[in-house]
Nanobody, 123 residues
Framework: VQLQASGGGLVQAGGSLRLSCVAS????????MGWFRQAPGKEREFVAA????????YYNDSVKGRFIISRDNAKNTVLLQTNTLKPEDTAVYYC?????????????????WGQGTQVTVSS
């Protein structure tokens, strides 16, 4: 499956962005989906994940209550609504697809990765 992430940009602290990831290839609904991010000089970290049917969601504590992950299997799309953004949310955001684990928080839980989209939050 190929993943294409978009929606990043420059936003002031307190603002919002909606990140989108469109999948092509094999049946999208067969994959659990996740979002990760990597800030400069830091390791990639888990942000949020969603089950195949979209009924279960999982979040890093640092974004819980501010970010919302959702998916539309008819459109092969997973979204990450990011609200009340903080400068520490600045990172490249990646979407990922996994065929085995649900709610995986490790990079190894995912088989396919998108190219990333830059989110920059100014103070």
């Amino acid at each position: 499956v190929q993943l294409q992430a978009s929606g990043g940009g420059l936003v002031q602290a307190g603002g919002s962005l909606r990140l989108s990831c469109v999948a092509s290839g094999r049946a999208f609904s067969n994959y659990a989906m996740g979002w990760f991010r990597q800030a400069p000089g830091k390791e990639r970290e888990f942000v949020a994940a969603i089950s195949r049917g979209g009924t279960s969601t999982y979040y890093n504590d640092s974004v819980k209550g501010r970010f919302i992950i959702s998916r539309d299997n008819a459109k092969n799309t997973v979204l990450l609504q990011t609200n009340t953004l903080k400068p520490e949310d600045t990172a490249v955001y990646y979407c990922a697809a996994g065929s085995y684990y649900t709610g995986g928080r490790l990079e190894s839980h995912y088989d396919y990765w998108g190219q990333g989209t830059q989110v920059t939050v100014s103070s």
